[in-house]
């Protein structure tokens, strides 16, 4: 990855951080309702963890953005339940559907998509000022 | 050129440091979900005091050299929180956008005072 020199390099890994953790929520909200025969194959919600990475390797500037360090699943069961009809039914007429909290998903978006917006006001606040930095002295 | 660059020093220091801090904001900004993270600023009038300060070594011709005594990073200090967050991220979107505006305007005044001082100079020159 490339160095941390200025502001754009600060946002749009930001940005794409957010973007991985907005593609997650979409992820776990395709699957939400999904069911699968066992609780080993169904699905489980994932969620990106974040890492803070410095300009310098002493981080005395104070400078850094943040990327996504790893991509972890929920270590949460899946919801048994009992529909013998059902075609995936297990032999023991159980399904199993996926852990995933649509509550939880959507607050989670709703923060992931608020905080890429704060990278992109930044953005857009700055390269006023450079502009006008810029224009300096005309 | 040394009353000149005299002239605009002061501001021309600000702005550098105006801008420095845009940076470390928006870094705060950037990483205001990463667990762990420490939120950081920088005291702006102790660090433009390092700036202009010219030190023990004093200047008495104006062909010495002015020493610079600042540390050279200006010294990124950590923030202290209102409320306490869970993954241990200090910080606190509303603190950070705030200053963040606060410091684009201080940039902008700054930058405003800089444009006056250059327009006084041309009008000076051209003796109009």
């Known amino acids: 990855m490339s160095d941390i020199k200025n502001i754009f390099d600060i946002a749009s890994r930001g940005m794409s951080a957010q973007m991985v953790r907005l593609n997650t929520v979409a992820s776990n909200l395709a699957n939400a309702r999904s069911v699968a025969s066992s609780d080993a194959e169904a699905y489980k919600a994932v969620k990106a963890v974040f890492k803070t990475v410095y300009a310098d390797d002493v981080q005395k500037t104070g400078i850094s953005s943040v990327d996504v360090d790893e991509i972890i699943e929920v270590d949460r069961p899946a919801e048994k339940s009992y529909q013998p009809g059902h075609p995936k039914a297990d032999k023991d007429g159980f399904i199993y559907t996926a852990a995933v909290n649509v509550d939880e998903e959507l607050v989670e978006m709703l923060e992931a998509s608020r905080q890429y917006e704060n990278n992109v006001e930044m953005v857009t606040t700055l390269r006023g000022l450079m502009m006008r930095t810029i224009n300096m002295g005309k | ?128």
Request: net charge neutral; proline share 2%.
């Open chain 2, 1 to 128: 050129m040394k009353s000149i660059e005299n002239h605009i020093q002061a501001h021309a220091d600000a702005l550098n440091l105006r801008a420095k801090r845009n940076e470390i904001l928006a870094s705060n900004i950037a990483n205001s979900a990463t667990p762990n993270f420490k939120a950081r600023d920088i005291d702006f009038s102790k660090a433009l005091q390092a700036r202009m300060d010219v030190g023990p070594v004093s200047v008495s011709n104006d062909r010495h050299f002015k020493v610079y005594t600042g540390t050279g990073d200006e010294g990124a200090q950590f923030r202290q929180s209102v409320n306490a967050s869970q993954d241990g991220n200090t910080v606190e979107l509303h603190v950070e956008q705030m200053q963040f505006s606060e410091n684009v305007m201080r940039y902008q005044t700054s930058l405003e005072f800089l444009n006056r001082k250059f327009s006084g100079l041309m009008s000076a020159i051209k003796g109009e």
